[in-house]
């Protein structure tokens, strides 16, 4: 079955129709024999089925008649093994797999033959449903490390819970991006966004792996950089489903939350409603200017207060690192929206978390990433730039301390920070001048090969030289830096060259 499935990618548009009416009905057969083939064989069945749909709806393009002729006959029965098969007790991980590749192949039909199979997406909804609610305790036990997923198989494919979830998330994706078919999703936006949030949790692998290395988890937390794990694939989720149903989303992700947080200390949990709320930003607030009507629904936008009063706050205590830290970078996310002193609460939280020299890494990391969304928001915010001022003199020192002796995944987002900072006020930079000189040329010496770091070192070397009181004391101190640098024997210079 294995040359089989790979023979199948290989099949030509010219014999592709003469392979359908012989391959499929087999494919069917194999599936449907639970005694004489193992889940593995079945597996790769379903996979054969999903490459041949992919053919042949690709030649729809040249002939539209193709699908009725050569899929249609065969797709009912198809369907109808799908739901058997989903609705298989879970026996062991390989039947994940299972649930995986006919999740995949649904999704494919939606996407290439949608009003084929509109007709039966009640019918096919409620098992591919059943496998984010039914896995709830398989689940926990992963990801709190009682319990390992299965890795890959011998394909290299995910083939554990997560491999069947991630299936899942991506046929909702699917119906959400299709006008015709996502009032499906709609009608079940606060269960969908309460597993959304459920499958957000950390597994405590990916825990241990962050506190082991605190570089990986400052390159997870860079949005470019991060891994695509369930946590990231859920989030684009639950951002695409308030793209879609705006108010219909915000409503339902209060109760969402108020389910997870009622009567639970659970940190992960807390984690990962934090998570998802900061992933949608302030726009799940009400705007100050918005006037309620009388009789209008007070509940269709997310109570932040409340939230930050009863979860956030507390949180920023937790002896959890992540939870605490994760307080803070929600705190900077709406700080536009709060008061100026539960703002002015949040900064001086902030700069805290970088003085404290006890602190785990990485909770410096996210106490830096808070201060950065800060700095942005005090571009058009006078509360916020006014309590940077206030709290950021006392924390430069550490903060400088913390960029120049991390590794480079961690000091690039710091060095982009410093450079934010010193947009934020000529008085300020001028003060820090001479401490943000003897940074620069620090990481010029220990970076200066990094195409990463070296443009925003320039950056913050362009920012210095145009305020007047520090341009002269950068040239005095830098220059000689320079000079030694070119006649030195190293063979990268193309950083320095530019400045000079």
């Keep these: 079955m294995r040359v089989l499935t790979e023979l199948a990618k290989e099949i030509t548009d010219e014999h592709i129709l003469q392979v359908v009416p012989i ?28 490459t041949i749909v992919g053919i042949v709806t690709t030649l729809t393009e040249v002939d539209k008649t193709v699908v009725k002729k050569y899929l249609s006959p065969c797709l009912e029965p198809f369907l109808h093994e799908f739901v058997s098969c989903l609705e298989e007790k879970i026996i062991q991980y390989k039947s994940y797999a299972l649930q995986k590749s006919i999740v ?7 996407r290439r033959c949608p009003k084929k199979i509109s007709p039966y997406l009640q019918f096919i909804l409620k098992p591919i449903w059943d496998i984010l609610t039914s896995n709830i305790q398989e689940f926990r036990l992963y990801f709190n490390g009682e319990a390992e997923d299965a890795d890959v198989d011998s394909d290299g494919e995910e083939c554990g819970i997560e491999g069947a979830v991630f299936s899942v998330f991506s046929l909702i994706q699917t119906l959400l991006e299709d006008p015709s078919m996502n009032s ?3 009608s079940g936006l606060v269960d969908l966004i309460y597993y959304i949030i459920f499958y957000m949790q950390l597994p405590q692998e990916r825990v241990e792996s962050w506190i082991s290395s605190p570089s990986t988890f400052a390159s997870d937390e860079d949005e470019v950089n991060a891994t695509y794990t369930l946590r990231v694939c859920a989030q684009d989720i639950l ?25 639970t200390t659970d940190w992960r949990l807390q984690e990962a409603c934090l998570y998802a709320v900061c ?32 979860i956030v706050f507390p949180g920023l205590s937790s ?21 100026p002193d539960l703002t002015r609460q949040f900064v001086q939280a902030a700069t805290q978390g970088i003085i404290q020299q006890d602190r785990n890494l990485i909770s410096k990391i996210l106490a830096a990433k808070a201060i950065n969304t800060f700095v942005e928001q005090a571009k058009d915010n006078l509360t916020v730039k006014m309590a940077l001022l206030e709290f950021l003199p006392g924390a430069i020192d550490a903060f ?6 991390q590794p480079v995944e961690i000091s690039s ?3 982009e920070t410093i450079v934010q900072i010193l947009h934020l006020d000529e008085g300020f930079t001028a003060a820090v001048g001479h401490r943000m000189t003897t940074l620069a040329i620090a990481c010029f010496v220990k970076f200066n090969g990094d195409p990463v770091i070296s443009p925003t070192l320039e950056d913050m070397v362009r920012v210095l030289c145009q305020n007047a009181n520090c341009v002269l004391p950068l040239q005095q101190r830098f220059t000689p830096t320079l000079v030694s640098i070119l006649n030195s024997e190293n063979p990268d210079l193309g950083t320095f060259i530019h400045l000079c």
């Design 23 to 50: 391959i499929l009905p087999e494919m069917l057969r194999i599936l449907n024999d639970r005694i004489n083939y193992t889940v593995e064989t079945r597996t790769r069945a379903v996979e054969i089925f999903r």
């Design 104 to 110: 995949k192949a649904i999704s494919l039909l939606l």
């Design 184 to 186: 499906v999703v709609k």
């Design 239 to 263: 951002i695409l489903a308030c793209d879609e149903f705006p108010e219909e989303s915000y409503a339902a992700l209060g109760q969402a939350v108020d389910r997870h947080l009622t009567g």
């Design 279 to 310: 992933s949608l930003g302030t726009r799940i607030v009400k705007p100050v200017t918005k006037e309620v009507q009388p009789g209008a629904n007070n509940q269709q936008y997310f109570n932040i207060h409340g939230f930050i009063q009863n």
């Design 319 to 339: 002896t959890d690192v992540l939870l605490a830290g994760r307080c803070l970078v929600l705190g900077s996310n709406f700080c536009t929206v709060l008061t």
């Design 400 to 405: 400088i301390n913390f960029a120049a002796t």
């Design 413 to 415: 987002d710091c060095l």
